[in-house]
């Protein structure tokens, strides 16, 4: 991806902050507000600059300030998650409330129920009371204690409901379609000249957002793939040309696929959105796997939910679901069938397995890993919230926590890069061709 | 289940014992054969047999004898494992092998690979030699070192590899298809007055095998069933009117589904195939589900494989598979697809969470609790061939490994009582009406 | 052991059944009262029974009665756990009140906090009101939402306490110390001819209670300490003549020690209390172990908390614990510092790595096998309050669950018998020798 | 850390590398040799190379080059593992031997024993013959297939060893001794002008080394630890008073210890090396412990196993270990022992449980996380090699891997720092003082 321009980095914020933070009064380390974290440590992106002496593209760092644009003391929040669950969900809850009562002092912390339509009034969902006390051990539980949906609401509406519950900071933990309603809401806000922020706490399982190296729930959704992926090859084993097939999760990016296959030695064959392939031809992924039963009697084939879109004939039954995202069809389900069939036709006995985790990864709690990334990153919100921040996402690079824009966040996608270290490390783990585009 | 006959219970032997066991030689106890293990614990069952004074109906205890039917020095075994697979499977064959080489001092062990298919001459699988080496780690892994395959294969051309192979005694280790299989095989063979001994080690995971307390897999399927039923919690929490719905294994029992629910509290319909339900009517399940949906706005539904099978309307796809088995429709998601089109219909909003994880629990490694019933079963197997004994299978009943004649293994099925213990306490725990049954 | 008399089957109830189960309402299968588990399934046992025609020892079964000694409707009921912790604790305490409130509708039911210290007045602790918002998730906890303690408090002073709170049914769930406690209250109470009952939930972890074939948490600490053994064998592996040393729970009684060897192949030495052995002398212990490092050059031992009494020299430092127990030493460290002596000494290099998972194992949650024993055992110890028996335990035994007097329970303790089945498997899986105990 | 020089950044080199790589023909992506990875992403480290025009210290990155030094036809290369075993060295054996035998070609790698060791003729440990097939499944088990030793070798046995075995490239995995030991050895290859590349694998379960980002084995590490927390939470709230205290690893740092501490919100205080306390004194430790017991009668304690160093008194204890490592105390017995009497004397009634998992935690498998990292490092290790890198070790900093001098790794180690983000984090996550030094 090309670096961003400086503009495209600038965090907006509501106003001067004129507020002292409570932290002052308990030694805490304050951001020093000269600093930036590099967009770019590849010393060719900074050629140029050195030479110009102009400061290369840096994202603002994460953390407290010593000035506030919000009175904690006269502050109400609000916390939404909306879109599919993603472990982890209530430990970002749990801090942004805990990091608001017990560091802010911050009294009344509302949870919208059931993602944005818990902004609509006319759904009609009480929003629940957060305290330290309801949230105390939901981190325990996968899902998300507030409940979600998927899908926009209509701007007035939702911000009828924060004006009338009187709240300041409205924390939104979900994907960019969500991300993209919240920055709507944020500019509407402004356009208002209300004293309202709006702070995203990214929520990409697949970790496909722009210009941030993790996002919570990735690392434990990729541990959990690596066990369909040894029950697929178990599978496969224990019969004559057994075929394990595992579908990930990965709409548009292979990551988890990706990193599931470098965690797990026994995958064959990873196939994801970005790299291209076709079924039929010379050197297709039918004639290759075809080669491989030949050869060891076996396979695994981890497929992302994304990959092969281009070869799913029936383009009619692509539709958008509620959130706007592109309705794929069930590339596992096909394979399976498309697999089953060809080698039926061939008369090669097979016998295909087939594995969809992702209800099973997504619902569970966050790992070790994951756990203190939502801690920090929870912490992180309200300090961006607390500091008049709005219309941005707290993403995590180069080793800091950075303030980013939302528009940033969601103006491109995070692909695997087919000549980049991790697909490479794929192709050695697999031993799959580089291409499995057929000839014809 | 009426109490099996005396006869019934006799197990056949190849002939008399006249070798002096190797564990003679080192202190080993030996079977007491006065002994025998009560099929009835139930004193309403002795009563009659008080008053006659005549001996209830007793299996013959499992364990060493002192005296072998097979000389040890010049024995070969054969080892074979049928069907699907099932958490356990490698820790029965490594303590089958170890066994023999540690305990008898047996030199040469074939593992007959892809079920009875790698007895048939026409398959062409030569068999692994099965060493202490080669058997060491491998129940650290799930599935089968042998593979399986389904289905039976010609009684002539198995005996005639097994004679070939010069094999005294197989284990044949799989479920109620392949344990016919072996006993039309050891028939066959004593019919042709050979001294070949067909031992089965009586492999399902459903736990459906008369008159045997526990086969091994049961515990760590159960075990990890729970893991989906606690994802499926979890999705059903996350939105409004979620439904989590979970396929366990179960062809005709639901033992797997039952004591999964009785395992983890967040079941709240638990449908197996021995208690009869409807969708339709006053009190059938829908209606029943959508009151809970209406009280609570979500629920959690386990449903065995084989439950609901008269209501799946399209009889005609029901046919046989290899084994021949009932092939029966998936109830899985047949009820997935129905339950959205109900409430799609009535425009109750709901989101349906599907979860199958039929491939991830069978290809687990065994848990402590299995792994060593497999050890064990593997030794009691190993003690009944030596000693000459055929036609039957090592059970476990009153707290006893038990000799038992195959007949009676899949003579009848186990089944839940809708009126026992076990699915009274998971009435008790979901709070599910007895009868799902709608009046019309 | 020799099987108990009739008479020491008898369970005492507080007096006749006049109050019709609200279960009747519900086509509650009730027990048969004419039916009787027998204490021995093998016929031996039998035999001169059928002789003489009278019915040998039996337990009552457990189960719901279709009469009530006490009225649901003014009970109030009590819970109390003693002793150290142990896995499925909370699921106990959830099944004791949920069948309370929901089988029987009683409507008050307390906690007693930190173990019979919660029973006397001097001690100030408030019981906890439970109901089922209060417990509905503690199954997912280890240990016991009422905390523990060890020890006695005096019979008066509990009695009072019963009595100023007006409980009906106390439900104790401890060990042998405090079901020796439970007992002398329940007879003190019937001395006073009060209407107390007193129903034992036996808590070993080390599964040693007589006539009891599994207590909960057995099976979740057997499959954790398997872990330790996996733990031991790799550092052991990992330098030269390295020793894997793991200390098991088992004060009296080696059943955890030899399970989990029975279901982990890498131990070499299971040392525990029932089988004594001698660290000097030819074939004492310490001579095999350096014969099999010289063979090996790695060596893993398991030892028993209660193994090797006789070898721990300082008979000095032998106290008794608050609860009366014997106060053994530690013969983990004992053994590790004797062991590295010993090769010092003999300028053998070894590595000896020691690991006590103790706490660790004892604080998990119960498993899915634990969990289910714990919610039907909680069921059936309030059907045994309800229907007035008193002064007796909830046992298991022959697939059935029991009544059985304390006195019988605590007047024995299960131990593994050297010549019996797991003991030889213990011996083949390890090949250990049957006997450690060196020559001079 | 002061930022190093551009000196110090400068990776040693055999010579010219003159022969194609292999990977040229399978279209390989190669390493632009004109990047570098910068050291600091922080903008106010940059503001005087801006000024100058100056490159910024940058690291060398890790990768395949076009061409090599060593001829892949005709090389030897060794591997040896040194020090305590770690999550995850047997994925690194395994990596650096499919990518040598796959990758590159090399037909001869040998596996010495027991670390150091294993080079030092006198020994006598011959080494493995390491293929593929011999490391196929290692990694799916703890600990080192090579087993390990601590301490260093006479420099000129182990060159000997190198010359005879015809070694090219030596794989070191070990800490920071270790790395000294590979440093030396490197010199004084080149002093005597050997083709003999050293190359460091840097293991750290602490992931305490300088300029590194994470080390394998670490989050395999803290996930583990956890569990530790979660016991001695367990614990902790089952008795009046009670008090978990769980000894991490981290015998100079502290990160184990505060990372667990993040990942598990239980922990109620967290002493680590790099932050110092007192026991006693208006503020010290006891007396803090004191209040939180006497407000919530429960307390966990988290301890590394280098904090508190300087209250350890009996300092002629302190000895240095074979490796030259200072030898601590153990502070976790310690502590228990001073808490349990400082309360005994206060007539406080307290129960304190100690856990010590070390030896569960290292000897475990590398979770998804590690093993990926394991399989990328050692593929990065093995370019580094063939182009004639040494005296090096393969570090990972800002999202990249690296190249660096050992002499840069082991010059200083990385400390947790008390006003860094990850600290602070702690300090709200436990609620605990930002100090525990007490007044007099």
Known sequence: MPLPQASELTVSTLGPCRVPSPLQERGQQFVDETSRVLVSADTRDLQPFLQTGELPPAFEPAGPRPSLFFDPATLTCGIVTCGGICPGLNGVIRSVVLTLTHSYGVQRILGFRYGYAGLAEKSGYAPLLLTPEVVDTIHQ??????????????????????????????????????????????????????????????????????????????????????????????????????????????????????????????????????????????????????????????????????????????????QRDASGNLRLQDVGVFLRDRITRHFAAQRIETTVKYIDPSYIIRSLPANAFDSEFCLVLGQQAVHAGMAGRTDMVVGFWNQNFTHMPIALAVGQRKLLDPQGLAWQSVLQATGQPASLVGAH
């Open 141 to 318: 539980q996968g899902g998300t204690l507030l409940a979600s949906s998927r899908g926009p609401q209509e701007l007035g509406d939702m911000i009828a409901t924060l004006q009338r519950s009187n709240v300041g900071i409205l924390f939104t933990i979900g994907g960019d379609g969500t991300l993209r309603g919240a920055s709507a809401l944020s500019r509407e806000i402004r356009r208002q000249n209300l004293p309202i922020s709006i702070i995203g706490i990214p929520k990409t399982i697949d970790n496909d957002l722009a210009w941030v190296q993790r996002s919570f729930g990735f690392s434990t959704a990729v541990e959990e793939a690596t066990k369909s992926l040894v029950a697929a090859h178990t599978e496969a084993r224990g019969a004559w040309n057994g075929i394990g097939l595992v579908k990930l999760m990965g709409r548009h990016s292979g990551f988890i696929a990706a990193h599931a296959t470098l965690a797990n030695p026994d995958v064959n064959f990873c196939l994801v959105p970005e790299v291209p392939f076709t079924l039929e031809g010379e050197g297709g992924f039918l004639q290759v796997l075809e080669r491989r039963l030949a050869n060891r009697q076996h396979a695994v084939i981890v497929v992302a939910e994304g990959a092969g879109q281009e070869i799913l004939q029936d383009a009619a039954n692509q």
